[in-house]
């Protein structure tokens, strides 16, 4: 795949690796607290949202009902429509393929793909991340499913800090992206909405909030970024 360097390879495998121990610590927990071993598994395959697993089980062992649990893990991925906006223009615009990058996109893609500007390359960064990660963070979750019964069910995983990867990914992603003092402005703009907005959004909103108001800021300042309203 042209646009693939060993740079890119190398930082990818690095977060879906530590995604994976993530997927680990879901399966584990799940089991653990109560569920069949099949559902963190399905849910893995057909949700594939991190964030949104984790409360889904939490909502359901703790008495609500599975449609309260799934709308909740909807309002947590409200922030993908922006996200996915940001990346329309490396996945084709019809057909099955189209139907795979929707479900292939997270946090972790298009982050890898925001910054670029070389459409193959953005397109290399987006397919590389979402495969791998799909097939470590899907691995994970069936490996610590199978154990979290036995080793894992005995280890709290708040004490292994598991809760604080995601944002630590996330962060690790964003400040090497940050080239000029723009880009600063426009990521400090962001933080101070998505903050601002935590007393009085539900969950996830606060993060729409923050992209939708990156993506009108680099749009307004010429549409210099990647294809996709401006958005890097």
């Known amino acids: 795949m042209r646009g693939v360097d060993r740079t890119l390879l190398r930082d990818v495998l690095l977060v879906c690796a530590a995604d994976g121990v993530v997927g680990l ?3 584990a927990v799940a089991v653990a607290s109560g569920t069949p071993l099949w559902v963190p598994v399905l849910l893995s395959v057909v949700v594939f949202a991190g964030a949104s697993q984790f409360v889904f089980v939490a909502l359901v062992t703790g008495g609500s009902s599975p449609l309260v649990a799934a709308l909740t893990g909807t309002v947590l991925n409200a922030r993908m429509v922006p996200l996915g906006m940001g ?3 490396v996945v084709p615009r019809t057909g099955w393929r189209r139907l795979v990058a929707a479900h292939l996109l997270t946090d972790e893609s ?6 670029r500007r070389d459409p193959d390359e953005r397109r290399a960064a987006f397919w590389l991340t979402g495969v791998l990660l799909f097939a470590l963070w899907n691995a994970g979750v069936l490996v610590g499913a199978v154990l979290g019964g036995t080793v894992l069910a005995a280890v709290d995983p708040a004490t292994l800090g598991l809760d604080a990867a995601f944002p630590a990914v996330l962060l690790a992603l964003l400040v090497p992206a940050l080239r000029t003092s723009a880009d600063r402005r426009t990521a400090l703009a962001g933080a101070v909405v998505a903050v601002a907005a935590v007393p009085v959004l539900p969950a996830g909103l606060p993060a729409v909030a923050a992209v939708l108001g990156v993506l009108a800021g680099r749009s307004r300042r010429g549409g210099h970024g990647a294809p996709g309203g401006g958005a890097r």
Do not use: E, Q
């Open 87 to 89: 990346v329309a223009d």
């Open 110 to 115: 298009a982050a890898f793909t925001l910054p």
């Open 25 to 27: 610590s879901f399966g």
